[in-house]
């Protein structure tokens, strides 16, 4: 089992930036892909960006490609996310999520663990 604790969110003007931190705990060393989502309100989870364990192949959703990053750090057991030039349409829940296996996927259903999500809100 794999716990996982999101930090970083908050209130931030259109074309600011934030970082998002996902630290786990638990079993952590296990062969595991992870993957940053979000939720608005009203709208299904949606996929945002995923990195394999060993940090060579991140993916990103075509809405967040070219302002978002995403990195891991297995020594500190934490995932980030580098949000720059935020819409107000980036405004949600923003979860991270793990599987016991090397390759992403781009469906939630597809992962094994959770964190409760940030909140980042997007003004403008």
């Known amino acids: 089992q794999v716990q996982l604790v999101e930090s970083g969110g908050g209130l931030v003007q259109a074309g600011g930036s934030l970082r998002l931190s996902c630290a786990a705990s638990?079993?952590?060393?296990?062969?595991?892909?992870m993957a940053w989502f979000r939720q608005a309100p009203g709208k299904e989870r949606e996929f945002v960006a995923a990195?394999?364990?060993?940090?060579?192949?991140?993916h990103y959703a075509d809405s967040v490609k070219g302002r978002f990053t995403t990195s891991r750090d297995n020594a500190k057991n934490t995932m980030y996310l580098q949000m720059n030039s935020l819409t107000p349409e980036d405004t949600a829940v923003y979860y991270c999520?793990?599987?016991?296996?090397?390759?992403?996927?781009?469906?939630?259903?597809?992962?094994?663990?959770w964190g409760q999500g940030t909140q980042v809100t997007v003004s403008s």
């Open positions: 990195i394999t364990r060993s940090g060579s192949s991140m």
């Open positions: 999520a793990a599987r016991d296996t090397i390759v992403v996927v781009v469906m939630a259903s597809g992962y094994d663990y």
């Open positions: 638990g079993r952590t060393n296990s062969n595991y892909a």
